[in-house]
């Protein structure tokens, strides 16, 4: 450990981590959102499927994000819960413009809301609805009122559209993000 | 490197292995760690070498823990630290056979292994294909693509080792990297260069002719890589051997120019492939020779240890070839290393006179306790081979065996010694009775039960013939008092055969067998039972049907049969008869065993599977054709007869069936024209008189390059002598042209043809199944009161030695020598063979053959069988 390192950290302005999951279904652009917050050297110019899962970092707002970008495959959904049980939140990527898989989203939502991991804790959850730039892509309330999630009254959770390809709303959720998991954290301490 | 001094310190106080006495559950639960938000690199690594280390020490994991574990590793992706990933990579590689999901980390490694860090990049590759099926291949075989020709020489040889390891699940995915490897080999870099090639190599290796363009390219290309030579020689060898054409190929040539190639172990492997090709000869032999007799002066004991194993495995076979290192060899045998000195005073004794044999068995004996039992198996077959060779040093070579014997050893040593007096005992019958007391001093104190059980058989088959059956009673006895279960039977058994050939000891054997049913073992008991109740009835056909003759079927088949017999659920009783003979282990096999074992230090595969017979396994193919199964049990399958030459448009070998009352043949055809497809093949027969065809089943099509079955059956002629006849045999198909590449024919119509093959023969061989009788004479002599005798005189003009005509007569009549008078003693002008067998139909038939040389050879044919018909048919036959 580094003089400096050391420092801060005796200090207490060391910066925080935590690990959030991104999930959703298949080609609802998990992996493009992560590549978005990426740095500029080391964004990967082609997304392919993911294979399992890919382990990235980045920063927002002095807290160091470690996120587990699972791939939303229909074989590979079943391996998320695997995850839940360390993750400080959680990123749900829907794709607005896909209506007709709206329900298999429900479904997934409610496993996931239902899972021991993750039902009893005050988790933060934020939902994308990304591709907002498609032609029939549907409005964040409508995907908010499809899947339910005003019922939802033990977590705090956040709608935002978004498009990964040029970031928009991407920032806005993540930031929303950040102030929930910073205030769990204090509340913890 | 504080830390690392203090670890040397304690590891001198005798902390020793710091792993000793770690626990599955506590590192497990240790494991857990890897959970945490925050990863302690440093902690997480020492957990995960403690679980390598458990699993390298074969503890098992279950699947629910091996995957609670791998997901909690997988969690350590987000560390940053080389140490722990790589130690991740090699817990994904030895977790990813037991754990279930585990591509869940196909994304990880691919990332990683395209990624910037050249040090995750080979360890990702080899973990990577290690998670990989079949299916997945697919989506990663572009990236697999790239890394073959990586610049980087460890990425390149991580992807060419897993692509070779992948090639056995999905070999035509890795087929298509061709390009790739072909790239790879000329690699500056000589791992890679090696890898290359046997990636390469195995893509192409089913195809003869790729393999040889690839060796004729890259014997011009003059490798870099020694390794690479090495592999290069080894196939040229191969292909070589495979070759029929003499050693003056350019192959030999490049082989032989290896031989002044710059590495050593590129000389060493080129002498070895040539000592070991099959058909050197001694001029060729020559320069190898002389290059391992180099190596036999060298400083290294590795190539000294190379070049004398070598010359020992070649003193076999060149023995005049290896005399000439004799000087060398002899220098070699106070060599400090004992592998080496054992290696040259076996070669020696394998080279040497009859006169060096008692100063090389002392000089043996004063270091062969030092040496491993390994070698102790080197230097007892050895001393087989030259038991085998000077017949009248046995006593020398018993006495040095029994005292190996007495020393401490493992299975395979004991088991090889006891094999080499077995050998000498049978070879050389003024050695029985020195041998059979060794072997009996050896079973007082054996603490292997195989080794006893088969040494106790042999007591009972050889001790009651010897002068003083008595003496080794007390022997078998004691083995009944004081062994296990096994072995008291065994022992039991070995006593009834006493009884039954030894009338004055019958009554004491009695009494002991009646001691051994009040044994606490239940087989013991039984077979006790058994043999008292057979030996009082005082009936020498009893005692040769149920002592002296062990049961002759195959037990696979009687399993079988059982097995079928319990499902149909019938009133009959089961009938023996229904079983097939278990087949006897031809002369030629008996010599591949042996030159087997002659070899020397041959690496002991898995254990082989209980040999099936042919017929069992023609049996089971067989009957799985429904127009075949109400023939009954198949009683005899011939060998492989070739109907056409091996390398003409159309392969066809024909295999004869033999049931009861009908004769099966079995064609197997070839088509070896890429551009046509047969349809409808069958081969058309012109039977010989009394011969009905009852069916004819066709096989319905033959792709190139694909074996296709067509089966003739046909009803045997109720006179017997007209079973012995020759069939005249067309191959008659439909033929369709196609296209070579895809095998998909060009029309729908195509047009009749046929195809000439040579004559069939039906002999009395295929009629007749081997028997082995332990006891031919008692089975003779019963046989003369209730059996059909035929007696006749031939000369047969042809032959010009008794072993010629010995050997004739057998494969003539397909029987079974017994009492080993299939071999000729050396010297003699009369001789006698005795032959049983089994007709079809169940007839029994013994023959004794008296050979008489004088100006060509005399024989005098006595034949009894059960049946008048069958006893006529063998003696017209031979004339």
């Known amino acids: 450990m580094g003089l400096f390192q050391k420092l801060a950290f005796f200090l207490g302005i060391r910066r925080k981590e935590v690990n959030v999951l991104v999930i959703g279904l298949n080609n ?77 989203v429900k479904d997934e939502l409610d496993l996931l809301l239902q899972h021991p991991d993750i039902c009893n804790r005050k988790i933060p959850i934020l939902f994308f609805g990304n591709k907002m730039d498609c032609k029939d892509a549907l409005s964040s309330v409508k995907i908010a009122a499809g899947l339910g999630l005003d019922k939802i009254m033990d977590k705090p959770w956040h709608i935002s559209a978004s498009n990964a390809l040029t970031g928009d709303g991407l920032q806005e959720g993540v930031e929303w993000l950040t102030q929930q998991i910073r205030e769990t954290i204090v509340t913890r301490n | 490197m504080s830390s690392f001094k203090r670890d040397k310190k304690e590891e001198e106080d005798g902390g020793g292995n710091p792993f ?80 279930d999901d585990v591509i869940i980390v196909t994304s990880s490694l691919t990332k990683d292994m395209t ?81 290359a090639l046997g990636v390469l190599y195995h893509i192409r290796k089913s195809d003869r002719l790729a393999v040889t363009k690839l060796v004729a390219r890259l014997t011009r290309m003059s490798l870099k890589s020694p390794y690479a030579v090495c592999m290069l020689v080894r196939i040229a060898a191969k292909l ?49 020779i002389s290059v391992l007799q180099l190596f036999c002066g060298s400083p290294k004991p590795t190539l000294r240890f190379a070049a004398v194993r070598t010359l020992n495995q070649v003193a076999i076979n060149h023995p005049t070839a290896v005399t000439a290192c004799n000087l060398d060899l002899e220098n070699l045998i106070t060599d400090s290393n004992r592998s080496i000195a054992t290696l040259a005073i076996t070669t020696l004794l394998k080279t040497g006179a009859e006169s060096s044999v008692d100063r090389l068995m002392k000089q043996i004996a004063t270091f062969v306790s030092e040496i491993s039992d390994e070698f102790k198996v080197v230097v007892v077959q050895a001393i087989r081979a030259l038991a085998l060779k000077f017949p009248r040093k046995h006593s020398v070579l018993m006495n040095f065996l029994s005292a190996m014997l007495r020393d401490e050893g493992g299975l395979e040593y004991k088991a090889s010694i006891a094999d080499t007096i077995i050998t000498i005992i049978e070879d050389n019958a003024e050695a029985k009775e ?51 279960p096994t072995v008291r039977a065994a022992a039991v058994s070995a006593m009834a055969q006493f009884g039954a050939l030894c009338p004055d000891l019958l009554e004491n054997i009695q009494v002991l067998l009646a001691r051994c049913q009040m044994d606490s073992d239940d087989e013991v008991r039984d077979r006790a039972a058994y043999y008292s109740n057979i030996l009082k009835q005082q009936d020498k056909t009893l005692y040769n049907n149920y002592i002296l003759d062990p049961l002759q079927i195959s037990i696979p088949s009687l399993e079988r049969c059982l097995r079928e017999y319990i499902l149909t659920n019938t009133e009959e009783p089961f009938d023996i008869k229904s079983v097939p003979l278990a087949a006897l282990p031809t002369e030629e096999e008996k010599q591949i065993n042996n030159q087997k ?85 069958r081969v058309q027969l012109d039977p010989s008189e ?146 049983a067998g089994l007709f079809r139909g169940g007839f029994e038939i013994l023959v004794r053959s008296k050979l008489a040389l004088a100006d060509g050879i005399t024989m005098q044919l006595t034949v009894r069988s059960t049946d008048t018909d069958v006893a006529e048919l063998i003696t017209s036959a031979v004339g």
């Open chain 2, 20 to 99: 000793q006495n770690i626990e599955k559950t506590t590192v497990l639960q240790e494991a857990r760690l890897f959970n945490e938000n925050i990863i302690n690199a440093k902690k997480c690594t020492h957990i995960l070498t403690k679980i390598l280390y458990l699993l390298n020490q074969g503890e098992q994991l279950g699947a629910t823990e091996a995957t609670e574990v791998f997901f909690a590793m997988t969690k350590l992706f987000q560390s940053k630290d080389v140490i722990l990933r790589r130690m991740v990579y090699l817990g994904i590689k030895e977790l990813s056979s037991i754990a």
């Open chain 2, 597 to 681: 074992s002659d070899g020397m230090l041959i690496t002991t595969g898995p254990v082989k599977p209980i040999p099936v017979s042919r017929e069992e396994n023609y049996s089971e193919k067989l009957s799985t054709i429904p127009a075949l199964q109400q023939l009954g049990p198949l009683f005899k399958s011939s060998d492989i007869v070739e109907l056409t030459e091996s390398e003409t448009e159309y392969v066809v070998c024909c295999i004869k069936h033999c049931y009861t009352r009908h004769l099966v043949l079995q064609f197997d055809c070839v088509n070896t024209l890429n551009d046509q497809l047969l349809e409808n093949v």
């Open chain 1, 28 to 104: 609802s652009g998990k992996s493009t959102i992560i590549n978005h917050f990426k740095d500029e050297e080391e964004k990967v110019a082609e997304i392919v499927p993911t294979v399992g899962f890919n382990v990235e970092k980045f920063q927002n707002q002095n807290l160091s994000f470690t996120a587990f970008d699972m791939s939303g495959h229909g074989r590979y959904r079943d391996l998320w819960e695997h995850y839940y049980k360390d993750c400080h939140g959680i990123i749900f990527v829907i794709d607005s413009s896909d209506r007709l898989r709206l329900v298999v």
């Open chain 2, 434 to 484: 020195t041998g059979l007391a060794h072997l009996c001093e050896f079973i007082e104190d054996c603490e292997h039960t195989s080794l006893a059980v088969r040494i106790l058989h042999l007591l009972g088959k050889e001790g009651p013939r010897t002068k003083q059956p008595s003496r080794y009673i007390r022997f078998i006895y004691n083995r009944v008092i004081l062994e296990n």
């Open chain 2, 115 to 195: 990624g910037k860090e050249d040090l995750y990049r080979a360890a990702a590759i080899r973990a990577l294909c290690s998670i990989t099926d079949a299916t997945m291949l697919q989506a990663i075989e572009r990236y697999m693509k790239q890394a073959i020709v990586d610049k980087n020489p460890a990425v390149s040889s991580a992807a060419l080792v897993s692509s070779l390891h992948m090639t056995k699940m999905a070999s035509d995915v890795i087929k298509r990297w061709v390009n790739e490897a072909q790239e790879a080999v000329n690699s500056e870099n000589i791992m890679v260069q090696f890898h």
């Open chain 2, 690 to 835: 009394g011969y009905k065809i009852v069916n004819e089943i066709p096989c319905p099509k033959l792709p190139y390059n694909e074996m296709g079955t067509a089966y003739v059956v046909l009803q045997f002629p109720e006179d017997l002598p007209n079973t012995v006849g020759t069939f005249g045999a067309v191959l008659k198909f439909v033929v369709k042209d196609c296209d070579p590449n895809t095998g998909l024919p060009d029309t729908d119509e195509g047009y009749d043809d046929e195809y000439m093959l040579e004559d069939l023969e039906v002999v009395l061989g295929d009629q007749i199944q081997r028997v082995n009788k332990v006891n031919w004479g008692a089975a003779w002599e019963e046989a003369g009161n209730n059996f059909v005798e035929m007696e006749d005189t031939y000369s047969l003009s042809s032959m010009g030695t008794l072993e010629e005509a010995v050997k004739n007569i057998i494969q003539f009549l397909g029987l079974q020598p017994a009492e080993r008078t299939d071999k000729v003693p050396e010297g003699k002008t009369t001789h006698t063979l005795l032959l």
């Open chain 2, 240 to 288: 070589l051997e495979e070759e029929e054409t003499g050693n003056d190929s350019p192959l030999f040539e490049f082989i032989e120019s290896c031989l002044r190639h710059k590495s050593e172990m590129v000389i060493y492997e080129a002498a070895h492939a040539i000592v070991n090709l099959r058909r050197t000869t001694s001029r060729e032999l020559a320069p190898a």
